[in-house]
C-alpha cells in the first residue's frame, strides 16, 4: 500500500505544491479504503502494506521522491558529482551494471532523469562508451542469471511458475512474431498426460478430471471434462480460438504457447531481455499464498449478506476533504471538497450517481492561474478560468449493461470540454472489454460490477495482482514475476500472516511496530523510508464470521521534509467509518472522511438511460484511428512481442 501511495505521488512531480498533496492524500485514503474494505463498489482490488523499492547500494538515497524539489537537488554539479562519483567514466559504468534495459537511448535517459540534472556532452560521450564496453559482460552477466534460474542459453524459454520447462531435440521456436512450443513437454510440464493419433493428426493432453485436443492445422482448441474435475463432478465443453494453427516439424508437433495457455487460464508474460516466456498459474500460486492468511482473507472477504450474490445491494458513500494551509504570518487558510455516491449493483450490472462541490479546489487553481496571468494570453487565461468553474460543482452518473457489454456515461460538464457532446446527453460505449482492456482498466470495471454483492478478494490475488502488473508495466524483467510474488507474499506474512495475530476476547488482534517493520524488512531485502510507524486493529468474530474490524495507523516518512500518515476505521457489514489525515511539518494537513452504507435494495439496476434521454455514440466524438483498431472487432490478444 505505502509502495502504491508512493508511486501516486512520483506521478505528480510537475504538479503545484498544494494540489500534488492534496491529490496524494485523495489518492491515498482511496487507497487505504480499498485494503479495508472490498465488500463495496469502490473497493475493486485491495492493496496490502507493501514495502519500499529495494536500493541497490548507498547512492539510492537519493530516491526519497518527496524531497524532489528541494533546492539542494539542483545546481551546477555534474551528473556524476551528483551521485557521488569521482568521475563520470566512474559513474558510467556502475550505471551500466545497475541498469537492467537492453537500450542505450533509454538507458542515458533514465541516468538523467535520475537527478534531473541535465547531461553534459562529455557525460553524454562517457555513457554511451561505457555502455558499448559493458554489453558483453551484461550479456554473459544475463546468461549465467538465466543458468542460475534453470534456463538454457541459446534457445527460446518457456518457464512455468517457478520451473523452466525442459525440451530435448526439438526447441521453442518463434514463427511471425508467436513462439511455438513441441506440445508433449509443454502439457507434461502442466501435469498433463500426452496422446498422438497420426491417422487424425490429432493431440490430446489428459489431465486430472478433464482434457484439450487441438488438430495441426486448425486454429481451435477443445476442452472437455471427463466426469469429474478437481475432484468434482464437472460437464464441460469449451472450444477457443488460438488464433494461430498449430503444425508439426521434424516429427515433432508444435502449438502457439500464449494463445494455448491463456485459454488454460495460465497469465502469459514476454522478456524480451532474456527471451522467454513466462508462465504464471494464477489459481495456483494465489492457493499457496493463501494459506498463510486466512484470517486477513476472513476479513477481506467479509460480506453484506449471506446470500449477496443472489441480491440487488445499494451503496450510498459520502466524502468529505478538506486542506489547511499554514501560515504562520497571514493566517491558516483552509479549503474544503465534498462529494456524494451513490451505487446500484447485481453482481454483474451497476450503476453509478455522484454528485462533488469542488469549489475551494478550483478557488485554488484559478488563485494559481491569475498568480502567474502574465505567462499565459489573455484568452487563453479567460478560457482556461472559464473551464474550471464548470467544474465547482459536477455531477456523473453511468450505467453498465453486462450483457450488452454497453457502458453509458452522463457528465454534464463534458460539454464544456467536448464541443461535439450536446448538453446533457449520454454516451454510449459498446464493447467495453476491448476499450477496458486497452487502458489497462478491466479489472477496475470488475471491482464496479461485483462490488458490494461479492464481497471482497484475498490477500493471494491482492499480492499476486500487484507484483504482476508492475512488473510487466515497468520492470521490464518478467522472467522475475514468481519470485517477486513468492517475496512479497513471504514480507506480508512476516508482518499480517496468521500467525501475527493473537486471540482478544471472541476476535483478534493485531499490532505492528517500527521495529516489526524494519525486522520484515531486513528479511526481504527490502528499505523503508519511516520513521515512525505504528498499526493496531482489532477484529470481531461470531463463531468463524468476521462480523467487523476497528483501529488505526499511523507513520512518518521523510527526512527533510517530515509527513505524517495517520488513519482510523471502523468496518461492518452495515457500513464504514474512514478518517484519513496526511500532515507535512510546518506546511499543510488534507484530510479525507468517508462514511458509507450497504444494504439491500429493492430498486433495479438500470438496463440504460432513461426512455426519451438522448444517447451518442463514442465513436462519434473520437477520431477514427484513436484506438488503433477496430473497437467492434474481435478481442485482441495481450501484448507481448513473442508470446
Known sequence: MLRMMRKAAENLKGTDKTMKRTIQGTLAVLLVFAMLCP??????????????????????????????????????????????????????????????GDNAEDFIRWAEYGAYIDISEEEYQALEEAWAKAQENIKKLRMEKLEELGGTPGIINIRYNSDFIKFTGAVPEIKDGTTFAPAKPFFEALGAKVAFDNAAKELTAEF??????????????????TGTEDGEESDRDEEFFIYDEPYIKNGASYLPVGAVAKALGIDVYW???????????????????????????????????????????????????????????????????????????????????????????????????????????????????????????ITAELIFNYDEDTLYIKAPALSGFIPELPANTWISVGNVGQYLWLLGLDEAMEGLSVGAAAGGTSMGEIIYSEFSYFSYEWYRNQIFIYENIIDSAGYNKALIGDDKFVKAGDGYR??????????????????????????????????????????????????????????EFDVSPAGVYVYY????????????????????????????????????????????????????????????AAA
Open 39 to 100: 465488500l463495496t463498489a469502490l473497493a475493486g482490488q485491495a492493496v496490502p502494506i507493501a514495502p519500499a523499492p529495494e536500493p541497490d547500494d548507498k547512492y539510492d538515497d537519493f530516491d526519497d521522491w518527496d524531497d524532489w524539489d528541494d533546492p539542494y537537488w539542483y545546481g551546477d554539479e555534474a551528473i556524476w558529482e551528483y551521485w557521488g562519483f569521482d568521475s563520470a567514466d566512474e559513474f558510467a559504468e556502475w550505471y551500466v551494471e545497475r541498469w537492467i
Open 208 to 225: 486430472d478430471g478433464w482434457s484439450v485436443s487441438l488438430v495441426m492445422g486448425q486454429d481451435t482448441m477443445n476442452v472437455t471434462s
Open 271 to 393: 522478456d524480451n531481455i532474456y527471451k522467454t516466456v513466462v508462465l504464471i498459474n494464477r489459481s495456483e500460486v494465489i492457493a499457496g499464498i493463501d494459506k498463510d492468511f486466512s484470517i486477513m482473507n476472513r476479513l477481506l472477504g467479509m460480506s453484506l449478506s449471506t446470500d449477496a450474490q443472489d441480491g440487488v445491494y445499494k451503496t450510498v458513500i459520502g466524502m468529505m476533504l478538506s486542506i489547511t494551509q499554514f501560515d504562520s504570518l497571514d493566517g491558516d487558510t483552509t479549503l474544503e471538497a465534498e462529494a456524494d455516491i451513490t451505487i446500484i449493483s447485481d453482481g454483474k450490472n451497476f450503476s453509478f450517481k455522484g454528485a462533488a462541490d469542488l469549489s475551494g479546489i478550483i478557488d485554488l487553481y484559478i488563485a494559481d492561474l491569475e498568480k502567474y496571468a502574465e505567462y499565459y494570453d489573455k484568452e487563453e487565461l479567460e478560457e482556461m478560468i472559464a473551464q474550471y468553474n464548470m467544474l465547482r460543482k
Open 510 to 567: 493485531l499490532s505492528i511496530s517500527l521495529k516489526d517493520m524494519t525486522e520484515a524488512a531486513e528479511e526481504f531485502g527490502e528499505y523503508l523510508y519511516m520513521s515512525m510507524f505504528d498499526l493496531d486493529i482489532t477484529i470481531k468474530t461470531d463463531g468463524d464470521v468476521i462480523t467487523g474490524c476497528t483501529g488505526g495507523v499511523v507513520w512518518r516518512e521523510g527526512y527533510y521534509y517530515i509527513t505524517q500518515y495517520k488513519c
Open 581 to 640: 489525515e496526511v500532515h507535512e511539518k510546518n506546511e499543510m494537513v488534507v484530510c479525507v472522511e468517508i462514511n458509507m452504507t450497504t444494504g439491500e435494495s429493492d430498486q433495479p439496476v438500470p438496463a440504460g438511460p432513461p426512455a426519451g434521454d438522448k444517447v451518442i455514440a463514442i465513436e462519434e466524438l473520437l477520431p477514427e484511428d484513436i484506438w488503433g483498431f477496430d473497437p467492434g472487432g474481435p478481442v485482441m490478444p495481450l501484448a507481448g
